[in-house]
């Protein structure tokens, strides 16, 4: 059984597994590989919603860990929490919906379009998000 203290390792899993999942679709889409790139895509998704959930559990449950460090670690900390927060909740739900829907309506000029944003903030989201569990749990 997962405890409550385990959510934020699972959560930095999550966030790494998302971000591997889209390094891997876009080499699959690169090379016309439709079926493995839809996969990879699809599973993102799923691992994104699935680290949503966990987040929003954890974070009702404990509240706002304060971050420990000091001097400059606290600086670069907050360099990267502040612009992955504003993405993660401003940018990447609608952007990922959003390329999702025209993927499976067929859309795939408008896709193309919209991938090329979403890509890159939510491969940043993913990878901060587990730079900050990081920075958080065990650089202290």
């Known amino acids: ?3 409550l203290s385990d959510l934020p390792a699972l959560n930095a899993a999550l966030n790494g597994t998302g971000a591997l999942l889209l390094i891997t679709g876009y080499f699959f889409i690169r090379r016309k590989k439709v079926n493995a790139h839809k996969f990879c895509m699809l599973s993102a998704v ?14 009702n449950a404990v509240g706002f860990t304060r ?10 900390y907050f360099s990267i929490l502040i612009p992955h927060t504003i993405l993660a909740t401003v940018a990447i739900g609608p952007l990922a919906l959003i390329t999702l829907y025209q993927a499976l309506r067929g ?9 090329r944003w979403t890509l890159p903030i939510w491969l940043y989201v993913s990878v901060t998000g587990v730079l900050v569990y990081w920075m958080l749990y065990h650089l202290s």
Request: no cysteine.
């Open 46 to 59: 799923t691992v994104s919603f699935l680290f949503l959930v966990s987040y929003v559990i954890y974070h």
């Open 67 to 76: 971050f420990p460090g000091e001097g400059w670690v606290r600086v670069i």
């Open 107 to 115: 859309r795939f000029e408008k896709h193309r379009r919209v991938a």
């Open 1 to 3: 059984m997962i405890s």
